[in-house]
């Protein structure tokens, strides 16, 4: 079955411990992008990667750091977590014009 | 630079009423325009492309570049229509624009 997994799919944190949201794809897509979900806000664009290796900043980049080393993984890094960045986050794979979303994760950054 | 506009937060229409979810766009080359819905705890999935114009489950949206619009529709609206629909807008391939999502409550 094509689909995309995120893990873990809750979290609950403290300021200032790094923490990592995986993301993997079993589709052979190329372009993988993580968003983040807010009320009122939509959907926000933090990065997206074109291919192994080849990774870009979307619209709200701060405070977080992305790989891609292999091309079933993109996992999203959060170096130093800050209460603002308690949100709901979608990875997402693209083939064409369609994108396919991961189930989510919710972190709560207290 | 592009942008994509869903005017209204929450739609709240009665079961076999018509729906319009609106949706404008701000892009200067040749847009690609999607729905999104997200169902209840569930994650987003496609609903929609203008270049398909197709219809699914009663859904249909047209694009129209004179109003630089793409409003979703349907004519009787049903109870597990209710959901979070996102207009979304393909300014290149590295990029999906989506609008502030539209909440639509059917009730019975």
């Known amino acids: 079955e094509a689909q995309v997994t995120q893990n873990p799919r809750y979290l609950i944190t403290v300021t200032g411990k790094k923490l990592t949201v995986t993301c993997s794809q079993n589709?052979?897509?190329?372009?993988m992008s993580w968003y983040r979900q807010d009320p009122g806000l939509g959907l926000r664009q933090i990065y997206y990667?074109?291919?192994?290796?080849?990774?870009d900043k979307g619209d709200v980049p701060e405070g977080y750091k992305v790989s891609r080393k292999e091309k079933r993984n993109f996992p999203l890094i959060l170096e130093s977590p800050s209460p603002n960045q308690t949100s709901l986050y979608f990875c997402?794979?693209?083939?064409?014009?369609?994108?396919?979303f991961g189930p989510g994760t919710r972190l709560l950054v207290l | 630079a592009q942008r994509v506009t869903q005017p209204e937060k929450l739609l709240s229409v009665f079961k076999g009423a018509p729906v319009e979810l609106k949706c404008n766009y701000s892009?200067?080359?040749?847009?690609?325009l999607f729905w999104y819905v997200q169902y209840s705890r569930q994650r987003l999935q496609l609903l929609l492309r203008?270049?398909s114009r197709e219809s699914i489950k009663g859904f249909t949206a047209d694009l129209n570049k004179g109003e630089t619009s793409f409003h979703l529709k349907k004519p009787f609206a049903q109870e597990e229509d209710s959901a979070m629909y996102y207009c979304?807008?393909?300014?290149?391939?590295?990029?999906?624009?989506f609008g502030k999502g539209t909440m639509l409550l059917v009730s019975p």
């Open positions: 990667s074109m291919n192994v290796e080849v990774t």
């Open positions: 997402a794979t693209r083939e064409w014009e369609t994108q396919y």
């Open positions: 892009y200067s080359g040749s847009p690609e």
């Open positions: 589709m052979n897509h190329e372009y």
């Open positions: 979304a807008l393909n300014s290149g391939y590295s990029t999906l624009t």
């Open positions: 203008h270049i």
